[in-house]
């Protein structure tokens, strides 16, 4: 049976991969089709619950990982959300007919404003613990400023999706 410092290793490769792979979608190109997006979206949602998974282990593992592995972690979730938000930025800037004008498409873009305001309101606190250095705060400072135009870009599709049918 491993260890529970030989898991988060292999959590922390595994994660490594995924924040790599995450990293190449971006480099593709705006998907195309909201089910581009919403796999994207997955795999993002995928890196976010694994590193909460390392993140629970830390304290039972900590004294046999290297003394940054927690600010590790966390740059990789800071660098996770800002791959996923420059994907949004593309798609949500430039967006298919099936996410302005389906009948589901509200739907859609209330749930995507929900999730970039959590985004907001925890990237402040992950800044601070991640201890970032000047130059990846600029980097950072231009993500949330991403997340804050894809929130104004969404509330301007809001305005032109067709609405939930409340009664017949």
Not at 142 to 166: F, G, N, Y
């Given at each position: 049976?491993?260890?529970?410092?030989?898991?988060?290793?292999?959590?922390?490769?595994?994660?490594?991969?995924?924040?790599?792979?995450?990293?190449?979608?971006?480099?593709?190109?705006?998907?195309?089709?909201?089910?581009?997006?919403?796999?994207?979206?997955?795999?993002?949602?995928?890196?976010?619950?694994?590193?909460?998974?390392?993140?629970?282990?830390?304290?039972?593992?900590?004294?046999?990982?290297?003394?940054?592995?927690?600010?590790?972690?966390?740059?990789?979730?800071?660098?996770?959300?800002?791959?996923?938000?420059?994907?949004?930025?593309?798609?949500?800037?430039?967006?298919?007919?099936?996410?302005?004008?389906?009948?589901g498409a509200f739907d859609l873009l209330v749930s995507e404003r929900q999730?970039?305001?959590?985004?907001?309101?925890?990237?402040?606190?992950?800044?601070?613990?991640?201890?970032?250095?000047?130059?990846?705060?600029?980097?950072?400072?231009?993500?949330?400023c991403k997340i804050e135009e894809i929130?104004?870009?969404?509330?301007?599709?809001?305005?032109?999706?067709?609405?939930?049918?409340?009664?017949?």
């Amino acid at each position: 049976m491993p260890s529970v410092v030989e898991v988060v290793i292999q959590m922390a490769r595994k994660l490594q991969g995924d924040v790599a792979a995450l990293g190449r979608l971006r480099g593709a190109g705006t998907p195309k089709t909201f089910p581009q997006f919403r796999e994207i979206r997955n795999k993002h949602h995928e890196i976010s619950g694994l590193i909460f998974s390392i993140q629970e282990r830390l304290e039972g593992a900590k004294q046999h990982l290297p003394p940054n592995f927690a600010q590790w972690v966390l740059r990789q979730k800071l660098t996770s959300l800002a791959i996923f938000t420059d994907i949004s930025h593309q798609f949500i800037g430039n967006p298919p007919i099936a996410l302005t004008s389906s009948l589901g498409a509200f739907d859609l873009l209330v749930s995507e404003r929900q999730s970039f305001q959590e985004a907001l309101q925890y990237f402040d606190t992950l800044l601070f613990e991640a201890g970032i250095d000047d130059k990846m705060a600029d980097e950072l400072d231009a993500t949330r400023c991403k997340i804050e135009e894809i929130l104004q870009m969404i509330e301007k599709l809001l305005v032109s999706s067709p609405k939930i049918l409340e009664e017949f």
